[in-house]
């Protein structure tokens, strides 16, 4: 199976499902070898499967990023599966909605674990085996709008936890720089996974596509693309960005010209 990253080995965080899963599949379409990382084994399994029965080739690691000791197990174990490391890209999020009044600190530790402190716990971990990497190591991230463009109310621990990502992303891409190892991060707008489409958010979703100048809400593919280009020989000389992937719902509507024009 030839591709852009053919021969690349890549960890994916939070490939069991929605975004995650999506960038798994692409990485093994492209000749990736993937270990998939999630913390349900029955979704990881069903992802590895699915890779496998394209052609690819992806292995199954159940961990909780959310501890040092189980995000330095990942890539421990990933290393021993395929024997080195080209791509770290971590996906996995927690992010509950509750107002900050009613935020306790469980929550809001475990937001900041999942999402931010993983990504220092996971670099430490793959560091060396990056640094060796022959194709020149990749350290990816799924951010969110949110962090930086956007606001969302009941979000503020996610929000500033995806901020604290943009920091890690630009400051890590500098210190990183001269080892041939770029950091960047992608981030979604509105992207349709297996948890919105729950029934119970239906309300809510059927107004959006309207509120996007694009006309529709995005797909895991959508974003799966992007970080299959950062992973790959054609972005190596981009590093410490963060790419916004949204359909245009950043983008200020006092700027709509057709808006204000008869077109």
């Not at 021969?7 to 798994?24: E, K, S």
């Not at 499967?49 to 690819?56: C, D, F, H, L």
């Not at 630009?170 to 349709?192: K, Q, W």
Request: glycine fraction near 12%; include cysteine; proline fraction near 3%.
């Amino acid at each position: 199976m030839a591709g852009r990253l053919q021969g690349r080995i890549a960890i994916v965080t939070g490939a069991g499902l929605g975004i995650g899963r999506a960038i798994a599949l692409r990485f093994g379409a492209e000749g990736a070898k993937v270990v998939v990382g999630t913390r349900t084994a029955a979704d990881g399994e069903s992802c590895v499967a699915e890779i496998r029965k394209a052609g690819g080739e992806a292995s199954l690691v159940v961990a909780d990023v959310g501890t040092r000791e189980e995000a330095t197990r990942l890539v421990t174990e990933a290393i021993g599966i395929y024997g080195g490391l080209d791509v770290l890209l971590h996906n996995a999020a927690y992010c509950p909605s509750t107002r900050i009044e009613d935020l306790t600190d469980a929550d809001l530790d475990r937001t900041i674990d999942v999402n931010l402190k993983a990504c220092f716990w996971l670099t430490q971990a793959a560091l060396p085996a990056l640094k060796a990497s022959k194709q020149g190591g990749r350290i990816l991230i799924t951010s969110s709008i949110s962090g930086n463009h956007a606001a969302a109310r009941g979000l503020v621990h996610y929000s500033a936890s995806k901020a604290g990502v943009t920091g890690f992303v630009r400051n890590l891409a500098l210190e990183l720089a001269r080892t041939g190892i770029t950091v960047n991060a992608v981030e979604p707008g509105m992207i349709m996974t297996e948890k919105l489409s729950a029934p119970e958010m239906a309300p809510f979703f059927a107004a959006m596509p309207a509120r996007v100048p694009v006309g529709r809400l995005g797909t895991g593919d959508d974003i799966a693309g992007a970080m299959a280009f950062l992973a790959s020989n054609e972005a190596s000389y981009i590093t410490g960005q963060s790419l916004l992937i949204d359909g245009g719902i950043s983008l200020p509507s006092s700027l709509d010209i057709e808006a204000v024009t008869d077109g």
